[in-house]
């Protein structure tokens, strides 16, 4: 496995160039591969923050407790996890399991997503990810009907793991998503940013990412899609189900116990710059709030 150093790091600086130089020519982003969602810049303006975090903050501040639980453990102790060979299984209510190589996963194309993560800690981050929406993987199975939610899960290996050798969390790490969600365009299922592969302190080789929910809904390193029956039992709900519900949806209206939610610190920014408020739904309210019309947002947390 290749090893990361800090004199590879791309600054964003490069890789902005080679957008306004694609620009310039008139490809505007759609070739290569770095097509911008029509909603991406839709969704900065809504948010009302038009940086994108730098490539250092994004790869070496990080939540990745398999590897431990201060910022720099994913940064410093992921670089030699193993992600060759690697399967996705889809598996539950569903006619047919399958197993997917990932490489038949990561041939899917790609696009660029400008998508803001909002970290339940109460800070954020501008991040160009690659991806597509996660209807794509979900349609190559036959889901029955009997199925309402779909159920995350994230590599168990204590070896390589530090993390995991701790009872920090119920290993494996377990995310869901009720069916729509999973199925909305702007679920998206990650395999690089900036412009390159995923790094592994990101989640090398795949994971999800829900812009409107707190980012511990975006579980790295997946290795199992089980569509289910009744709502999953997910990793920080089973934790702390006080602080923690299944929605976990962008919400500055309602406080996590311990702090408020209504405003964020914007990562890179100097710690003089004052917190952004928090947007509903971390901005994409337009696009996601008819998922949840007619449900009080405060009981479904
Ligand atoms: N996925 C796994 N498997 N383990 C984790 O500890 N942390 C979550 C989420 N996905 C986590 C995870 C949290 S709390 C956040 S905020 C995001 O990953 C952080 O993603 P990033 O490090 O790419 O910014």
Redo the contacts with the bound molecule.
């Keep these: 496995m290749k090893k990361f150093k800090h004199s590879e790091i791309t600054p964003e600086k490069v890789y902005k160039n080679r957008r306004k130089f694609l620009k310039n020519l008139g490809y505007g982003f759609s070739s290569l591969s770095l097509s911008l969602l029509p909603f991406s810049n839709h969704s900065i303006a809504n948010n009302n923050i038009s940086n994108l975090t730098s490539f250092k903050d ?1 790869t070496t501040y ?5 590897f431990g639980t201060s910022k720099s453990d ?1 940064y410093r102790r992921s670089q030699n996890f193993i992600t060759r060979p690697w399967s996705i299984k889809i598996e539950g209510e569903v006619e047919k399991t399958i197993e997917l190589p990932i490489e038949e996963v990561l041939a899917i194309p790609s696009e660029e997503r400008v998508l803001k ?1 909002r ?2 800690e109460g800070w954020s ?1 501008i991040i160009p990810w690659l991806g597509f929406s996660m209807s794509k993987l979900l349609n190559k199975v036959k889901i029955k009907s009997s199925a309402k939610f779909v159920e995350f899960e ?1 590599v168990y290996n204590p070896e390589e793991m530090v993390g995991q050798r701790y009872p920090i969390l119920n290993w494996p ?1 377990i995310e869901g998503l009720r069916i729509d969600e999973a199925m909305h365009p702007l679920t998206t299922v990650v395999t690089g940013l900036y412009g390159k592969p995923l790094p592994n ?3 090398a080789p795949l ?1 999800i990412f829900i812009p409107w929910k707190y ?2 809904k ?4 997946i290795v199992k899609i089980k569509l289910v029956k009744n709502m999953p039992n997910t990793a920080w709900k089973n934790a702390s189900p006080r602080e923690y519900g299944f929605y976990s949806n962008v919400n500055p209206e309602v406080d996590h116990p311990r702090w408020s939610q209504a405003t964020e610190r914007v990562i890179g920014e100097s710690i003089l710059a004052p917190r952004v408020k928090t947007l509903m739904f971390n901005g994409y309210g337009d696009e996601v709030a008819n998922l949840y019309s007619g449900m009080d947002l405060k009981k479904y947390f």
């Design positions: 994004v990080n939540n990745y407790y398999e994913p993560l970290c339940v981050m994230s790490y302190q990101n989640g994971r980012g511990f975006s579980a790295k390193a």
